[in-house]
């Protein structure tokens, strides 16, 4: 029987000490093959600064191209959605019916196992495998294995030295601009420093301190904070999705910028924008600000980006044919962190898996509102209904 090694992670960015853990793994539990497969989005952990799926990947298989037994797989970054062990390990065991698999997690993993998304049925496909950093976590590391025993045996505490070598540091000093050749494989540091990788974007930074502000001045404290909770919603969103998570920001905060003004002053900048609106637009005050905003950040802030303006514009109404900033405007509106609805966590879930889905259930949730309370309903909303409830197509 083949056995094949899971070495998962978001290598943001692959340095020496994983290189060194995976020679180790080979060695010690004898593998035929070990797959490196990076993560699109820690499923654990908040990321606030990772790399670009294709960087990351491209990567990984630079540094671990001339190790024959090592193969990089892109199996969890173009799965769509949040990706769980359990999902990679349902995946692997099609592609390799004959095979026993090991998968390597670190030691905090190892010892919070049982947080994890469907933990006994990752403890059926695998043999968990963990290693203590130093010599004083192995009594630690053995009392979270005789705990998980109850549930399986498949469990080994590895023998291996370890390079104590942090990411979030190297990341750090790539962001001051340091050295990291000490750290990094020679063709991993040129790749970072040919795409720019971990640097400040200083013009960018710059637009989300002055739009931030701007959106302090012109909104109430709760919808400023709202749409500080949106940005950050937005940028998560476009991680997991593959989309510009700088976009995502900039929309994110500038979303509901014109909320608070006055329902005339919302008019004024509708009808500013030229665009012919169906008569029900103008019987629902609660949708103009949306329309407004896509016309004053163009004109008064000078963002021509169209794709930005149409996430303003249709985060309330929701189009057809909706592009993937568009949904994950539209859909973390919804979810924010301070949304507080009787279905908001089963909502996120249900975006996190699938932003199609994610549409779905928020159109079902909103034109079920309106109908409820004989409201009229928008073109833009029944054509978005039409498509991601209806399936019609757009």
């Known amino acids: 029987m083949k056995k094949i090694g899971i070495f998962g992670g978001t290598f943001n960015p692959i340095h020496k000490g994983h290189i060194h853990l995976a020679q180790q793994y080979l060695k010690v539990l004898d593998l035929d093959e070990l797959l490196i497969i990076p993560a699109k989005y820690p499923p654990h952990k908040q990321a606030h600064d990772l790399a670009s799926s294709e960087d990351r990947l491209n990567m990984c298989k630079l540094a671990f191209r001339d190790m024959p037994k090592v193969t990089v797989s892109d199996l969890e970054l173009k799965r769509p959605g949040k990706s769980f062990t359990i999902d990679t390990l349902e995946e692997l065991q099609k592609q390799y019916p004959d095979a026993r698999f090991y998968l390597m997690i670190g030691g905090d993993m190892f010892r919070s196992f049982e947080e994890w998304h469907r933990f006994r049925d990752v403890l059926c496909s695998a043999t968990i495998c963990t290693a203590a950093r130093e010599e004083g976590e192995y009594p630690q590391l053995e009392k979270a294995r005789q705990h998980l025993s109850q549930y399986s045996e498949n469990l080994m505490i590895l023998k291996i030295s370890v390079l104590e070598i942090s990411s979030t540091k190297i990341r750090e000093k790539l962001f001051c601009g340091e050295d990291c050749s000490a750290l990094l494989p020679e063709e991993v540091e040129h790749y970072i420093m040919e795409r720019n990788l971990y640097r400040r974007d200083l013009e960018h930074e710059k637009k989300v301190e002055q739009y931030t502000q701007l959106i302090r001045g012109l909104l109430k404290p709760e919808?400023?904070?709202h749409?500080?909770?949106?940005?950050?919603?937005?940028?998560?969103?476009?991680?997991?999705?593959?989309?510009?998570?700088?976009?995502?920001?900039?929309?994110?905060?500038?979303?509901?910028?014109?909320?608070?003004?006055?329902?005339?002053e919302q008019l004024h900048w509708m009808k500013k924008s030229g665009i012919i609106f169906d008569k029900t637009i103008f019987s629902q005050p609660q949708l103009w600000h949306g329309f407004a905003a896509a016309e004053y950040l163009r004109e008064e802030l000078s963002i021509d980006d169209v794709q930005i303006q149409n996430a303003v514009r249709y985060h309330t109404v929701g189009r057809a044919n909706m592009s993937t900033l568009e949904k994950i405007i539209y859909l973390a509106d919804l979810t924010s962190q301070e949304r507080t609805y009787p279905s908001v966590e089963e909502v996120r879930k249900t975006v996190d898996r699938s932003l199609d889905d994610g549409m779905k259930v928020s159109l079902l949730f909103t034109v079920g509102n309106l109908l409820k309370n004989e409201k009229p309903i928008c073109m833009d909303t029944c054509a978005a209904y039409n498509q991601y409830v209806g399936g019609a197509e757009g």
């Open 227 to 264: 749409s500080l909770n949106v940005a950050q919603r937005a940028m998560y969103l476009a991680d997991l999705y593959g989309e510009d998570r700088k976009k995502a920001e900039i929309a994110g905060l500038l979303h509901d910028l014109c909320k608070n003004m006055q329902p005339q």
């Open 223 to 225: 919808r400023f904070q």
